[in-house]
């Protein structure tokens, strides 16, 4: 991931959020098949993302670092991190994206910043509450 990286609001898009306490989800597949299930490198300047991946491959760069995941899992991504990815065209899952003053709000209620460090979690046997949540 080296020269100009592109910042987003989602990816590929520049419009304005509408609202700073904005919440979208959509399938991964959603996007990432409008890019040939790849997702290149870029970032959020007031974003924070979650990704749940319920099935299938994917490859997830996030500052430098590879993971490649083939069993279900979430993936933190907070503001400012350059990431990028690789999907199997038989990914299932979503993205989750919060809106800065949203995390901080949470965070503010919760004495602690959620979310703020890049991380990934596998589901192991929390499929059935991620499932139902991101539905």
């Known amino acids: 991931m ?3 990286v592109p910042v ?3 990816y590929g898009e ?3 959020w509408p609202t700073p306490d904005l919440i979208h989800c959509e399938s991964i597949a959603e996007r990432s ?3 040939g299930w790849e997702i290149r490198a870029h970032l959020h300047s007031d974003l924070l993302q979650v990704l749940y991946i319920q099935s299938g491959h ?3 760069e996030i500052d430098g670092q590879v993971r490649v995941l083939e069993q279900a ?3 933190v991504v907070p503001a400012l991190c350059v990431h ?3 999907f199997s065209e038989d990914i299932q899952g979503h993205v989750l994206t919060l809106a800065q003053p949203l995390v901080e709000h949470m965070g503010e209620a919760l004495e602690r910043p959620p979310l703020s460090q890049a991380a990934c ?3 192991e046997g929390h499929e059935g509450r991620l499932d139902v949540l991101f539905a």
């Open 33 to 35: 098949r409008l890019h």
């Open 2 to 4: 080296t020269g100009q």
């Open 84 to 86: 990028a990815f690789r």
């Open 121 to 123: 979690y596998p589901a």
């Open 14 to 16: 520049e419009r304005a």
């Open 8 to 10: 987003f609001k989602l």
């Open 58 to 60: 994917a490859e997830v």
């Open 73 to 75: 899992a979430v993936q």
